[in-house]
């Protein structure tokens, strides 16, 4: 461990610097957020959240790199800890993709699911919520649901 | 620092001083809650063989109702009770049954028995270890995996039965309660005892991980490992990475099933109830989830063998490996190729085909590693000097049943094929001969080889002849047939064939496989009774090193004590394939390299 | 030192040696005695860097006990990457989704129908910040083996700990409150479009899944902090299991970071 060669004061001040970079990609992260509420546009939404991903990606390499002493390890370790999360890569993309294609086979071949998503409803009160919320789940679950239709038909 | 590090790390085990004293073990240290990785080994192999006779038992009771589904066996009746009303197995009955055979055979048996008798048993004595390097958590192990095989059986004596929706245990048959009888109590028992079963491998792959990484004698470099512990590596780095993803399935499927969520379920029609209530799941999300762990857990259940099939080859052929560091770089690219093509299992789901035509590439590169590795046993064997011990032969019978199974992978890896070959008898013909036969071979091979360092006694030869040649021929006579079934149609997890005027024809061929499946389950119970009664009176072993082979765990005594060497740990000077170097037979890994001996 | 040229996760390729490795693919034998001569040269004027894999050590200069950790870790990164990509994948597949912003607005001891959104959720992500730093700050000092500075950041991380908790159990009482459950979700879609259950199923379950493993964390801290009150890390000479319970909580810190931003921010 090559802390030894550290002298206590750097290993404090390198604290210090990761404390504050992650606090910044933070903060930065959420003026991101902030921002973000009221933009309609789909396209800058997605621009965001394209950032707002990278900047969490940061976040967790300061947190994996420095907290976790990863970067200070010897490369042996570090290459046997990231090569297998490489697996990640192919594990997003696919499922993802796939999700992805299951709503366009849907929306093509399935009416009633496509037509669900074009029916407008109004957010329900928070009161009438409330005193139903301690019922059993599943039979909450399927009166939610009948509402809901209810509320669509009558559209 | 770093070297003090190293010396506490061996230090702080605790184990150098093992070998040394005798110890004063009860019963139940010694047999029970043992720590020894030998004595976990055991315990594996033999649980695991429990788990085998039980599910062989059960493929014989299927098959049963698919050679004869027009007879009635009246004695049925009397060991099975209503589950055999008549004298003939219900239904329900018989999805259990095909159900309950997967998921043992492929977890239990495979995965537990295979992996966790050979890891725990090779790596410390192959690599120079006193143990596991904790072996606590290694009995641990063992005991979540017995925990999981009892709650396992438990499911099969509840009033509803065992978990009947197949060993992929898809939603909705799993999701819903009402689906089919076993998918009340007998699901709630499987997914526990999957669970404990993950805690089970978990515990067991960490530790595998780590002590092959730091626990090595000095000179031990990891090109000098034998293959097996390099087999044992990938395996255990397999099972770390996907097990933890079939747990996440299998926890959001108890949301499913207990508290109205809807992951995996949607609005689909069910006969007799109508639309469910639930919205917006999707039930390729569990099929995706699953064979992220299901399709390494192929390779978990392979590897272990080829690296044993490896081993025996090179000592029994008296000839090194062929292409040492080919047979490491193919079984590297198994291991990262196995992560990357689950959806292979799903190209009728509905799967985005683009996807799917990436899956087909990225499937069929498997079969270049899978070559290098076939060509470079044949090569190993080529002009060798060969013993045909009965490990031997299951050895050599491993990679004729791999190469058989593994050609059919090819035409299954394609979508096109696979579409009209999905869920047919040619699948089970594949995935028996490529992955459970030929495993279970690899397992037959490791056990006929190990046993003199286990039990400090041999096996039986000529039984163990009898049981290859009947095994062998039976292997194939069961699941030969099965690809022309499966052309011509026939799907599998059918209960009655006979009442389709079309499969009519296959009535005489399914009594055929059926009569040698009971045969072939006879010659197992051959290897058992040879097993258990050479533990106690089999030939003694006289000589420490009796396959006159290089690696280390021949240089412990006959029967080794916790700690495996009585003085200290032998030092490596050379990999563990010199065979036939300079015109001597073998040179053992401990023998440290003469002046003039020849590079070459 | 031939050993790295196999292996090419773990260790180094050189020019040199991929070129033994292709000439001699189909040689092993002569391969293999090539590396063997190879070693032995090594051994005699031996680089320190070679040795790393020889054996009779780790190859990380780590002992096995965190190696294990952290190839736990890696574990556990697949089963929350798992939960996370499902909810990724069931988003995708569906087709409209609830704006977050409308979700996690309120704030507690606010009144009613404060509309803050991110507020309570950034207050959380600094606690358990916060919280990782106190335990950087105590691994180190039990590194400097001073007693006193662990037992400090001990106490400062549990408390994060708990208080992230605290903050989790008022958000989940209040959702629950406004009739969000598992199989329950009071939320309409961000284009005003009926909702499925999947976000709250999602959300319950991810966030109770990583509330689990923060109480474990507190759970692993407190009986680390007892066993430094009763001096066993000082008789061992090392705090290595506040090392190996501060990787397990970054990790948690780390895994909250995917999480945050998955169902708050995007």
């Known amino acids: 461990m090559s802390d030894n060669t550290h002298d206590h004061h750097d290993v404090i001040a390198e604290i210090k610097k990761v404390t504050i970079i992650l606090s910044v990609l933070t903060i930065v992260e959420l003026i991101l957020g902030f921002w973000m509420i009221d933009i309609t546009s789909e396209g800058l939404r997605l621009g965001i959240k394209g950032v707002i991903v990278i900047l969490m990606m940061a976040k967790a390499f300061y947190i994996v790199a420095y907290f976790m002493h990863l970067k200070h390890e010897l490369k042996n370790l570090i290459m046997t800890i990231i090569v297998p999360l490489a697996l990640f890569i192919w594990f997003i993309i696919a499922f993802i993709s796939d999700g992805n294609s299951f709503k366009n086979l849907r929306n093509n071949y399935d009416r009633r699911f496509k037509e669900q998503s074009t029916i407008q409803v109004k957010q329900e009160e928070h009161g009438a919520k409330h005193e139903a919320a301690g019922s059993a789940h599943g039979e909450k679950a399927t009166e939610t649901k009948k509402e809901e239709h209810a509320a669509g038909e009558h559209h | 620092m770093s070297h003090e590090a190293a010396l506490h790390a061996h230090e702080s085990h605790g184990h150098d001083d093992h070998g040394h004293h005798e110890h004063h073990d009860t019963f139940l240290t010694k047999y029970v809650f043992s720590q020894d990785h030998k004595m976990i080994a055991k315990q594996f192999l033999i649980t695991g063989m429990v788990w085998a006779v039980l599910g062989g038992l059960m493929s014989v009771l299927f098959r049963l109702q698919l050679g004869y589904p027009e007879a009635s066996f009246p004695w049925l009746e009397s060991i099975l009770g209503k589950w055999a009303k008549g004298g003939q197995i219900t239904p329900e009955a018989y999805y259990a049954l095909v159900t309950t055979h997967g998921t043992v055979l492929v977890f239990f048996v495979l995965t537990a028995g295979l992996s966790g008798t050979f890891a725990n048993f090779l790596i410390p004595l192959q690599i120079g270890a006193r143990d596991m390097a904790s072996p606590f958590m290694n009995m641990l192990s063992y005991w979540f995996f017995f925990t999981a095989s009892i709650v396992m059986l438990s499911s099969m004596f509840v009033e509803t039965g065992p978990f009947s929706g197949g060993w992929t245990a898809y939603p909705p048959l799993s999701a819903l309660h009402d689906a089919s009888p076993g998918s009340k109590t007998g699901m709630d028992l499987w997914i526990i005892a999957m669970a404990l079963f993950v805690v089970s491998s978990l515990l067991g792959g960490l530790n595998y991980i780590a002590t092959i990484l730091n626990m090595r004698t000095k000179g031990m470099s990891m090109t000098r490992l034998p293959l097996t512990i390099w087999a044992l590596f990938f395996t255990a780095v397999l099972g770390v990475l996907s097990f933890p993803v079939l747990l996440s399935g299998l926890i959001l499927l108890i949301f499913d099933r207990n508290f ?341 | 030192m031939g050993l790295h040229i196999c292996i090419p996760i773990l260790g180094r390729l050189t020019p040199k040696k991929v070129g033994y490795f292709y000439s001699n693919i189909l040689d092993s034998q002569y391969f293999c005695t090539e590396i063997e001569t190879e070693m032995s040269n090594v051994t005699t004027a031996s680089t320190k860097e070679a040795k790393w894999w020889n054996g009779g050590k780790s190859p990380f200069d780590v002992e096995y006990g965190k190696v294990m950790m952290w190839y736990f870790l890696m574990s556990d990164a697949f089963t929350f990457g798992a939960f996370l990509i499902s909810y990724g994948t069931v988003r995708f597949s569906t087709n409209g989704w609830p704006d977050p912003n409308k979700v996690f607005k309120s704030f507690p001891f606010a009144p009613e129908g404060v509309n803050a959104p991110l507020v309570f959720v950034s207050i959380m992500t600094f606690i358990l910040i916060v919280s990782s730093v106190t335990m950087v700050l105590a691994v180190h000092a039990g590194k400097m083996m001073d007693k006193k500075g662990v037992v400090r950041n001990m106490i400062w991380t549990i408390i994060g700990g708990i208080a992230f908790l605290s903050c989790q159990a008022w958000e989940w009482n209040h959702l629950h409150h406004e009739g969000a459950w598992w199989g329950l979700n009071p939320f309409i879609n961000a284009d005003g479009t009926a909702s499925t259950t999947n976000f709250t199923n999602f959300f319950f379950t991810i966030t109770g899944f990583h509330g689990f493993h923060v109480f474990s964390g507190v759970v692993i801290n407190i009986i680390m902090l007892i066993m430094t009150l009763m001096d066993k890390f000082e008789q061992r000479g090392r705090y290595l299991m506040i090392e190996k319970a501060g990787l397990y909580w970054h990790f948690v810190d780390l895994v909250w970071v995917f999480v945050f931003t998955c169902f708050y921010l995007l």
């Open chain 2, 260 to 600: 109205g969520t809807s992951f995996y379920l949607s609005d689909i029609f069910v006969n007799g109830v109508g639309a469910l209530s639930n919205e917006g799941g999707s039930a390729i999300l569990f099929q995706h989830l699953f064979w992220f762990l299901g399709h390494p857990e192929v390779y978990i259940i392979l590897l272990p063998a080829m690296g044993m099939v490896s081993e025996i080859m090179s000592v029994n052929s008296r000839k090194p490996i062929f292409g040492y560091m080919a047979m490491l770089g193919s079984l590297f690219a198994i291991a990262v190729l196995a992560f990357l093509v689950w959806a292979h299992h799903m190209f009728v789901t509905g799967l985005n085909p683009f996807l799917g035509s990436v899956f087909v590439l990225l499937t069929l590169l498997i079969a270049v590693p899978s070559a290098i590795k076939v060509f470079n046993w044949l090569t190993t064997l080529w002009r060798g000097n060969i013993r045909f011990t009965p490990g031997m032969l299951f050895a050599i019978g491993f990679v004729s049943l791999f190469i058989s199974g593994g050609l059919t992978g090819i035409w299954l890896g394609n979508a096109a094929l696979d579409i009209h070959l999905h869920d047919t008898y040619f699948v089970i013909a594949h995935f028996h001969i490529v992955m459970g036969v030929a495993s279970m071979f690899g397992m037959f091979a490791g056990v006929y080889h190990w046993f003199p360092k286990m039990y400090g006694r041999h096996l039986n030869n000529s039984l163990g002849y009898i049981h290859f040649w009947v095994t062998m021929a039976g292997a194939y006579l069961i699941f030969w047939p099965m690809h022309y079934q499966g052309l011509a149609g026939m799907p599998r997890r059918y209960f009655d064939f006979s009442i389709w005027e079309s499969f009519k024809q296959f009535a005489d061929l399914n009594r055929f496989i059926s009569t040698v499946a009971m045969i072939v389950f006879a010659t197992q119970i051959l290897f058992l009774i040879n097993f258990f009664y050479s533990i106690f009176k089999g030939r003694k072993v006289t000589d420490p090193n009796p396959w006159k082979s290089n690696t280390l765990e021949w240089t412990t005594p006959i029967n080794p004590g916790h700690g495996n060497w009585p003085g200290e740990i032998p030092e490596v000077h050379r990999w563990p394939y010199d065979y036939g170097k300079d015109g001597v037979d073998f040179i053992p890994q401990d023998v440290p390299v003469g002046e003039h001996e020849s590079s070459h």
